[in-house]
């Protein structure tokens, strides 16, 4: 992260006892991590995806800017929470386009011809959203991981700074909860 932490650290602490404007001295510096990080989430998006990075953040302002009363522990701990806002956020836009897709309550029309190439997408999305739903039944520490990992594109030492657990944990916390949501999407999948 290119920023200073003990600056952020400050405004996250004074944010939380309740200071909406350190929100607003908060911003400028966290901008542009934040768009480096929905940017690269968003790289990896199916190419239906319509977000992009700005406006992504954009959504990720207005879903926090009324919250106190978290207790952030440090800049790490931010970033990691504002991933799983944004993987909220990508997994609401694709329920959205597929309620359109899907006529959005209008009468269906058989379009027989009608080839679209984003088809499946947003069920993907949405397959792995209630995998790591599950997962975070079954373990909420990988779930955390995958978390700040895959949707906070934090590196296995800082996210584990903000577990309290090593970097070779991560790793291997990672690649347990690579297989499960593999198993549990493909479980999914079988008619």
């Known amino acids: 992260m290119n920023l200073d932490a003990k600056t952020v650290t400050r405004l996250l602490e004074a944010w939380s006892e309740g200071e909406p404007e350190a929100l607003a ?25 319509t977000l992009q ?60 011809h009608y080839n679209d190439l984003t088809a499946g997408r947003e069920e993907d999305l949405m397959a792995l959203d209630d995998a790591l739903t599950g997962l975070a039944k079954f373990d909420p520490r990988l779930s955390a991981v995958v978390h700040l990992r895959f949707f906070g594109g934090l590196s296995s030492e800082e996210i584990g700074v903000i577990l309290k657990i090593s970097a070779k944990t991560v790793k291997r916390d990672w690649q347990k909860a690579k297989i499960w949501l593999y198993k549990e999407i493909k479980a999914s999948e079988r008619p």
């Open 53 to 112: 990075p700005t406006a992504l953040v954009n959504e990720l302002y207005l879903r926090v800017a009324g919250k106190c009363s978290v207790q952030w522990e440090n800049s790490a701990h931010f970033f990691g929470a504002m991933s799983e806002v944004i993987r909220h956020i990508i997994v609401d836009h694709a329920r959205k386009r597929r309620a359109v897709k899907r006529g959005g309550g209008l009468p269906s029309v058989s379009l027989d």
């Open 25 to 49: 001295r908060l911003i400028p510096h966290v901008l542009d991590d934040l768009r480096r990080m929905a940017g690269g989430l968003l790289a990896r998006e199916p190419a239906g995806i």
